[in-house]
T-cell receptor, first 110, second 113 residues
Framework: QKEVEQNSGPLSVPEGAIASLNCTYS??????FFWYRQYSGKSPELIMF????GDKEDGRFTAQLNKASQYVSLLIRDSQPSDSATYLC??????????FGSGTRLQVQP | KAGVTQTPRYLIKTRGQQVTLSCSPI?????VSWYQQTPGQGLQFLFE???????NKGNFPGRFSGRQFSNSRSEMNVSTLELGDSALYLC????????????FGQGTRLTVV
């Protein structure tokens, strides 16, 4: 079992819709959770981080964390074609080393 | 505020050679981590440095090494290059003052031929 699992996609949503990206992790000691966006040929860009159970909102992005169920999700409201990218879920178990999922490719259709 | 700067951006090396990659973290950030990204394995942690000390190391052979200088700049070295070392090498810096958020540089694309 992979430590951090994501559906590879592609996840295709129409412009203006809500995109929902999910991630599960295996280490119950995980403390910090991150979502990165990576455009093709570029480096990962941090878009959201969450440390506590519940929701955290930043603009069109909402990160949700449920430690009991060991999942973290990212919602993107009013999706735009420019949101088309690979979204990487990353988990830090406190050892200052991020464990990444394989990423979900999101396609926003105009 | 300048971001994380990695040099060089692209490198082509021959099997058996060695290579040194450089990373300058965001000003004020004292933690620097290195990652390898390949299509097959994804993003994998190499090592993390803080105040010139390696605090954590990933599951990579001893050919991969690194160091951090007093100004927080970091280098990583790969010796006796193999074809499988071809990858995007990413450096990330963290403040650790407010959290563990890591910000990546543009990466160094290494091709081993």
């Amino acid at each position: 079992q992979k430590e951090v699992e994501q559906n590879s996609g592609p996840l295709s949503v129409p412009e203006g819709a809500i995109a929902s990206l999910n991630c599960t992790y295996s280490d119950r000691g995980s403390q910090s959770f991150f979502w990165y966006r990576q455009y093709s040929g570029k480096s990962p860009e941090l878009i959201m981080f969450i440390y506590s159970n519940g929701d955290k909102e930043d603009g069109r992005f909402t990160a949700q964390l449920n430690k009991a169920s060991q999942y973290v999700s990212l919602l993107i409201r009013d999706s735009q074609p420019s949101d088309s990218a690979t979204y990487l879920c990353a988990v830090d178990t406190g050892r200052r080393a991020l464990t990444f999922g394989s990423g979900t490719r999101l396609q926003v259709q105009p | 505020k300048a971001g994380v700067t990695q040099t060089p951006r692209y490198l082509i090396k021959t099997r058996g050679q060695q290579v040194t990659l450089s990373c300058s973290p965001i000003s004020g950030h004292r933690s620097v981590s290195w990652y390898q990204q390949t299509p097959g394995q994804g993003l994998q942690f190499l090592f993390e440095y803080f105040s010139e000390t390696q605090r954590n190391k990933g599951n990579f052979p001893g050919r991969f090494s690194g160091r951090q200088f007093s100004n927080s700049r970091s280098e990583m070295n790969v010796s006796t290059l193999e074809l499988g070392d071809s990858a995007l090498y990413l450096c990330a810096s963290s403040s650790l003052a407010t959290g563990t958020e890591a910000f990546f540089g543009q990466g160094t694309r290494l091709t081993v031929v």
